[in-house]
């Protein structure tokens, strides 16, 4: 297996492909702030040059990945933003994230050491905000329907069990995802 091969991202221009998925791997291990860019060229095998012809700078390479991992969360929840039933909208929303996640794992793993990191935040604290803020809509109006009294703090809640579900998968693939998961379902659907 190809030492890049295990990391996910997009098929797009091939060039532009090895410099994330060089980017990601070398911000997960050396730190976003200890990884130069010269580095990551050299990890792509591409100049310089050329690759600040696809990324201005390092800021630049973090938001697409995080804007790729934003497309994953939208792809999750695509299947249910027109779902009139709240129940078949939580049902949906944390088995969808759980196959991107399996499916994903990699590259999950990678983006989540990389958005713990100091420093990291303030490049994309932005794209994060939005993140948050577009999901935990969705899920305040799904709490509404079901009628809960507070429906901001338990989308906030809901949200923060599945990120928890996330975390310890991927920190251990033998950890129940799967059984937590329909049990954090059965919660919320009667």
């Known amino acids: 297996m190809n030492e890049r091969s295990f990391i996910y991202m997009p098929k797009s221009d091939n ?16 730190g ?11 990890d792509a095998g591409v100049s ?26 939208s792809e999750s929840m695509q299947a249910y933003v027109t779902i009139s039933n709240p129940q078949e909208a939580i049902r949906m929303h944390v088995t969808e994230t759980i196959h991107i996640i399996k ?3 990699e590259f999950w793993r990678l983006l989540h050491a990389i958005r713990l990191q100091g420093g990291v935040l303030d490049e994309v604290q932005d794209l994060f905000r939005e993140i948050v803020s577009t999901v935990t809509k969705i899920f305040e109006k799904v709490f509404r329907q079901l009628g809960f009294d507070r429906p901001k ?3 906030q809640l809901f949200l923060t069990q599945i990120d928890g579900l996330v975390i310890m998968y991927l920190q251990n693939q033998k950890f129940p995802i799967e059984q937590l998961g329909r049990q954090l379902i059965k919660r919320y659907v009667k």
């Open 15 to 30: 060039k532009s492909h090895l410099i994330l998925r060089s980017a990601l791997k070398l911000f997960a291990t050396n």
């Open 103 to 105: 499916k994903k794992k």
């Open 32 to 42: 976003y702030s200890a990884t130069p860019v010269s580095m990551i060229a050299k």
């Open 153 to 155: 703090l338990e989308a």
């Open 48 to 73: 310089q040059g050329l690759m600040y012809n696809f990324f201005p700078g390092k800021g630049e390479l973090l938001r697409a990945m995080i804007k790729q991992g934003a497309a994953d969360i």
